[in-house]
């Protein structure tokens, strides 16, 4: 899990890790931001996920031709802190349905 968390890029898997105790927390003392804040987590991970695309396809620029195996650990590298993102998002669409008043 580490290994994933390091693939994915330290400075956008540290702010995503920071919103999932942001959600946590706010599921306990501020139920009605639980909503805005699990909505931050997929739009930071796609950021996080099309910068490192772009500064991949600097780099595939620079080195001219590369393998196709270089290339797609790199796409996915790229794609690991969308698909944290996402998790986030649907812990706090969880947490949303248990605070839900039942009828």
């Known amino acids: 899990m580490l290994d994933l968390f390091i693939q994915g890029g330290a400075d956008f898997m540290t702010l995503l890790t920071l919103i999932l105790i942001a959600l946590f927390l ?7 931001w639980v909503k805005e804040i699990g909505m931050i987590a997929p739009v930071l991970g796609i950021i996080a996920g099309l910068i490192g695309l772009m500064v991949g396809g600097k780099y595939i620029e620079t080195a001219g031709s590369i393998s196709q195996g270089v290339l797609w650990g790199g796409i996915r590298n790229s794609l690991i802190p969308m ?10 669409l969880i947490i949303r349905i248990i605070q839900k008043p039942r009828i």
């Open 83 to 92: 698909v944290y993102g996402l998790l986030i998002y649907i812990i706090s």
């Open 26 to 32: 706010a599921a306990w003392k501020a139920p009605a």
